[in-house]
């Protein structure tokens, strides 16, 4: 591949993720495609992660690494306490609670810190015999940081640290104590003073450190949001009409969510809103709602409470081009985020290919928070409070009208996953 720097010369990188394919999941997709498209711009990775087991798998997502990526591989002390090894996608809310417990109590920052062990271990092999240019290290977890902040201390490597969520701001955020709060917040602030500069992935966010850490340089905290990868939806697109899409509910759901359904999430007031809007109009089908990807025991009998099992069906995690397709045969999207100060900052990866499939997005999400803020400003949908299941009544009503439309192609291309590899590319270029 010719090399996109003006002086010819390419560069090497060592990206450090734990979460990489064949894992699945919205938080592999954002190193996925910065690996795949960083050449281009004159930038080759070498990616050290994690082993290869845990409870959400997509083996699809194999094939999008290029053959140019080199992936190196620790083994992971304790994994056990993150869902290592396992494959359901419908999982028990009290036993992850509980496994939380134990790690938040025993393991900081988190359950991920014994990962780091034979991750350095991996880490000097390489350095032994190789010269990299710079670093980057993606949370969560946090403990990943910890990785880059010894390989800039300890061999003067530029590093960037990229945030994909807040680390004692995220809304699982849960010290057991204030002396865990304490070490939380001073290694947080240890990685964003030390490392060259911090990559978040919402303007909110970066205001929020700013503040947290007033001594950070404005130009030091940079934001570069997720995205979508046009080649994935044009993959989606020759799936579906080679396949006719034949998940029965993958068709016959004009609502959908995908993604995983979190603890947090106001799923209780999605479903209110849907009763309320299912006793006001008689077009009952119109409102069917598919939740594709992990969910919880728990929220299987929400629904079942709110006696909607005929209306709301779940279904397990499936390829990302299947859960693509499945975007381009909705109606209408759904996006759910905790109403919190902690939830105003997330503006969660899956909205961007929600944009770029042009429909209309209900967004039951903190109504002056980030999301909410996008979605109004491309007009992609409607924003519910939510608190108020009447708001959801109202989106439902507003959205399912066979004139509502998502945003305009044009306003969604600055979200290209190409063109944000191109940004993370020349924050590289300038830190070396």
């Not at 960083?38 to 990775?45: H, S």
């Not at 070498?46 to 845990?54: E, K």
Request: proline share 7%; with cysteine.
């Amino acid at each position: 591949m010719a090399p996109a720097r003006a002086d010819g010369e390419r560069r090497r990188l060592l990206y450090i993720a734990y979460f990489f394919p064949p894992l699945g999941g919205a938080g592999v997709q954002r190193t996925l495609k910065f690996v795949r498209y960083l050449p281009e711009f004159g930038w080759d990775a070498t990616v050290v992660t994690g082993p290869a087991s845990y409870w959400l798998r997509d083996d699809s997502l194999e094939g999008e690494v290029p053959p140019s990526v080199r992936v190196v591989r620790a083994p992971h002390w304790g994994s056990r306490f993150v869902g290592g090894g396992g494959r359901s996608t419908r999982r028990s809310a009290s036993r992850i609670r509980g496994l939380r417990a134990v790690s938040r109590a025993l393991l900081v920052p988190d359950a991920y810190v014994g990962w780091t062990v034979p991750a350095r271990r991996v880490l000097r092999d390489l350095l032994r015999v190789e010269r990299f240019d710079a670093v980057i290290t993606t949370s969560s977890p946090d403990s990943t940081h910890l990785l880059g902040r010894w390989l800039h201390r300890s061999q003067q490597l530029p590093w960037i640290a990229d945030f994909r969520d807040p680390w004692t701001r995220r809304m699982s955020y849960a010290p057991p104590t204030e002396l865990h709060h304490r070490v939380q917040q001073s290694l947080e602030r240890s990685v964003l003073c030390e490392a060259n500069r911090v990559v978040v992935t919402s303007d909110a966010t970066r205001q929020d450190y700013l503040q947290l850490v007033p001594s950070l340089r404005p130009d030091s905290i940079v934001t570069i949001t997720n995205g979508f990868d046009e080649g994935d939806f044009r993959d989606a697109t020759e799936w579906m009409d080679a396949s006719g899409l034949p998940n029965a509910p993958l068709r016959d759901c004009p609502i959908l969510h995908a993604g995983q359904l979190n603890p947090e999430r106001p799923l209780e007031t999605y479903l209110q809103g849907l009763r309320i809007f299912l006793e006001r109009n008689d077009a009952a089908e119109s409102a069917r709602t598919l939740f594709l990807g992990g969910h919880y025991d728990a929220d299987v009998e929400k629904v079942a409470e709110a006696g909607l099992s005929s209306m709301v069906e779940f279904s397990p995690s499936c390829p990302h081009r299947e859960s693509v397709a499945a975007l381009l045969r909705a109606r209408v999207l759904l996006l759910l985020e905790q109403d919190s100060e902690r939830g105003s900052l997330i503006l969660p990866g899956k909205i961007f290919e929600y944009f770029r499939s042009g429909r209309p997005i209900l967004a039951v999400v903190p109504t002056d928070g980030a999301a909410a803020n996008l979605v109004r400003s491309l007009d992609a949908g409607w924003v519910a409070d939510p608190s108020r299941p009447e708001s959801v009544a109202e989106g439902l009503e507003r959205l399912l009208r066979p004139d509502s439309v998502g945003p305009a192609p044009e306003v969604v291309q600055r979200f290209e996953r190409r063109t944000l590899a191109g940004d993370l590319a020349r924050l590289l270029d300038g830190v070396v």
